[in-house]
């Protein structure tokens, strides 16, 4: 047991799949787990832990931002034993041959800032996806049928950006979609030596302001998670 996460030892597998919404995980675990099981309720972030296809898997909430997600990936990694941690969530598609429902396989992540920035100090770290996880994901994804774009993203600081022209910079240097978590992710998977990758379903789209509908994200959603298990097992 943590300070954010009550779960007792042993209850949190070494595979988790963390979406920033913590009623998302609830839902990914109802869906896609077998016998999944509470282990965590702290300040409304629930985590599940239970089975895909005889394979042990916990789904935990990360809150929104890079800051809220340090807070719990540091403690599945240092106090729950977590190996592969995978973000599952939505993002905003950032180049036109980016469509809505499509997914995005994270290769690399800039940003601005990250928690992790009085670490590296002058050094301008390059987080990017552990590569077997990335393979296995594009590959389940072929597989699967759906529309996969593996390339850079921007995980942003802020959700509400009044910097358009930096929105304007990363469409140029080709950044596939916007989010805000995965570059810290990355920076802590390579400090602690485990595997990470961010998976993500475009929700909406900064060039065109189409929006997916709220009944349709379900199902685009699910492809993601399907992914995301399937290259956590590949």
Known sequence: MT????????????TVLMPGDPLRAKWAA????????????????LGFTGTWRG???????????????????????????????????SAGAMQPHVALRDIVLAQTAS???????GIFREINFAPCADFG?????????Q???????VGGIYSSDVFYDERPDLNEIMTRHGILAVE????????????????????LTISDHLLTH???PAPEREQSFGDMIEIALSAAFA
């Not at 300070?3 to 070494?14: D, K, L, R, V, Y």
């Not at 042990?56 to 977590?82: C, F, K, P, Q, T």
């Not at 940003?111 to 920035?117: E, G, Q, V």
């Not at 805000?180 to 998976?199: D, F, G, S």
């Open 3 to 14: 300070i954010h996460i009550g779960a007792e030892p042993g209850q949190i597998a070494e």
């Open 30 to 45: 109802e869906r896609f787990l077998d016998d999944a099981v509470c282990v965590n309720q702290v300040r409304g972030m």
């Open 180 to 199: 805000m978590e995965a570059a810290e992710l990355y920076n802590l998977a390579a400090r602690h030596n485990v595997r990470a990758l961010a998976a």
């Open 210 to 212: 189409e929006a997916l």
């Open 133 to 141: 996880l990335l393979r296995a994901a594009h590959d389940a994804g």
């Open 55 to 89: 394979h042990r898997v916990s789904i935990h909430g990360s809150g929104m931002g890079m800051a809220s997600l340090s807070i719990y990936a540091n403690e599945l990694i240092r106090d729950y034993g977590a190996k592969t941690l995978i973000r599952v969530g």
């Open 111 to 117: 940003t601005l800032s990250t928690p992790s920035r």
């Open 143 to 149: 597989r699967l049928g759906a529309r996969v774009h």
